[in-house]
């Protein structure tokens, strides 16, 4: 298995400001990916991160509003830009192990309340 | 992706089996079936995943129908703890793993009664 670890596992900001959430695997990973869980919803993916190259965003979301870094195999950030009350969701950060793997590991989710 | 279709809700007893359908009418032939459940407050786990034949494995079996147009998780005897929401998820990938991420449907919210 993967374990990941997500950082803050919750937070509450202020709108207008950003939070930069972090994911850190215990093992070298092929893919990484970033979701939101608005409240009471399913999971909506947001961006594929791609190790030393841009993300691959789904539509309906664009990098000024996500940034994602992916510097290394075990490691990714997503930054939730100029926030507003919507942004209010849990943010989740998976992965998988190969990229022909079946099996998709999920952090514990960042729960973040925008005010 | 093709579109999955689940009850919104179901509600068994403890130790008792538990059968949660699927519809996916208009699967393609290499998209693999997936489940996956999220308990309260914890990101989503992988539970099972199959093509064709029926699968089973620790903790819980697969029944695929032979139109793969339907499926159905089956957990054999439900504990408290497998009270969460089932996701039923069609990938396009041929190696089934979701490479391009996972499109999650409502799914199924379980409520397991002592």
């Known amino acids: 298995s993967a374990v990941i670890s997500q950082k803050p596992s919750r937070d509450i900001c202020q709108r207008g400001t950003s939070l930069t959430i972090q994911c850190q695997v215990d093992?070298?990973?092929?893919?990484m990916f970033w979701y939101r869980q608005q409240p009471g919803q399913s999971l909506t993916l947001i961006a594929t991160a791609n190790q030393g190259s841009e993300a691959t965003y789904e539509s309906g979301f664009v990098i000024d509003k996500f940034p994602i870094s992916r510097p290394n195999l075990t490691f990714s950030t997503l930054t939730v830009s100029n926030m507003s009350p919507e942004d209010s969701s849990i943010y989740l950060c998976?992965?998988?192990?190969?990229?022909?793997?079946?099996?998709?590991?999920f952090g514990q989710g960042t729960r973040l309340t925008v005010v | 992706d093709a579109k999955t279709t689940q009850p919104n809700s179901m509600e068994s007893n403890e130790e008792e089996p538990v059968h949660l359908p699927c519809n996916h009418s208009?699967?393609?032939?290499?998209?693999?079936i997936h489940w996956y459940r999220q308990l309260p407050s914890q990101g989503p786990e992988y539970v099972i995943h199959g093509l064709t034949s029926n699968v089973n494995n620790r903790m819980a079996s697969l029944a695929i129908a032979e139109d793969r147009k339907s499926s159905t998780l089956i957990l054999h005897r439900a504990t408290l703890r497998d009270a969460a929401v089932y996701y039923c998820i069609l990938s396009l990938s041929l190696a089934g793993g979701g490479a391009d991420g996972l499109t999650f449907g409502k799914g199924t919210h379980l409520i397991i009664q002592p």
């Open positions: 208009t699967i393609s032939g290499t998209d693999y």
């Open positions: 998976s992965v998988l192990r190969g990229r022909w793997d079946t099996e998709a590991f």
């Open positions: 093992s070298q990973v092929t893919m």
